[in-house]
């Protein structure tokens, strides 16, 4: 059973940063490409970043280009966003979701519960 | 990277079907055979239904399928059922390894 379990959510202030992380069990981690996608309360979805299997194609929102960071660690099955210089529009459940195949082309087919990420002074 | 457009409602009667549009443009949803579409209950993770346009994870009842015409992606619900009830999504590949959501259809049955 494929099993995403995120982390690292919390209040912070704004300009501050956070790291979450996915810890991911059930499936061959290594195959597969992952993405980070969130949900403000009360709104739609946004896709916030991809990585491939092997992290040689990573890709951004432009919302967040040059302030997230994702990466991956597959000797620890993990997924990880560094997130700096937050803003409270950054405020939302973040979810890590596993891609079908090994690019960031391909859809999310498995989805962790969120980790909820608030930016407010 | 402009969110792709999806109507706020959608609304049918037990057994009726349902399309829900998802409009983007020839870099996104016109551009590639990546769109997918996601049920999410209200407190729930979302559901992949539909990807690769047309294509069922298996589980998924063959109520729901999904087509495409130019720019424009549908995903049609079938036979509805009260189960049905939740938020439709949808997302495409936009290039450069960067994908794009639609804003999110409710879908009330009746």
């Known amino acids: 059973e494929v099993q995403l379990v995120e982390s690292g959510g919390g209040l912070v202030q704004p300009g501050t940063s956070l790291r979450l992380s996915c810890a991911a069990s059930?499936?061959?981690?290594?195959?597969?490409?992952m993405h980070w996608v969130r949900q403000a309360p009360g709104k739609g979805l946004e896709w916030v970043s991809g990585?491939?299997?092997?992290?040689?194609?990573?890709g951004y929102a432009d919302s967040v280009k040059g302030r997230f960071t994702i990466s991956r660690d597959n000797a620890k099955n993990s997924l990880y966003l560094q997130m700096n210089s937050l803003r409270a529009e950054d405020t939302a459940f973040y979810y890590c979701a596993k891609a079908r195949g090994y690019s960031v082309s391909d859809a999310p087919d498995y989805w962790g519960q969120g980790t909820l990420v608030t930016v407010s002074s | 990277q402009s969110a792709l457009t999806q109507p706020p409602s959608a609304s049918g009667s037990p057994g009726q079907s349902v399309t829900i549009s998802c409009t983007g443009t020839s870099s996104d949803v016109g551009g590639y055979n990546y769109v997918s579409w996601y049920q999410q209950h209200p407190g729930k993770a979302p559901k992949l239904m539909i990807y690769?346009?047309?294509k069922r994870p298996s589980g998924v009842p063959d109520r729901f399928s999904g087509s495409k015409s130019g720019n424009t992606a549908s995903l049609t619900v079938s036979g509805l059922q009260a189960e049905d009830e939740a938020d439709y999504y949808c997302?495409?590949?936009?290039?450069?390894?960067?994908?794009?959501f639609g804003g999110g259809t409710k879908l009330t049955v009746l």
């Open positions: 990585i491939s299997w092997n992290s040689g194609y990573i």
């Open positions: 059930g499936f061959t981690f290594e195959d597969y490409a």
């Open positions: 690769e346009i047309t």
């Open positions: 997302s495409s590949y936009a290039g450069s390894n960067n994908l794009v």
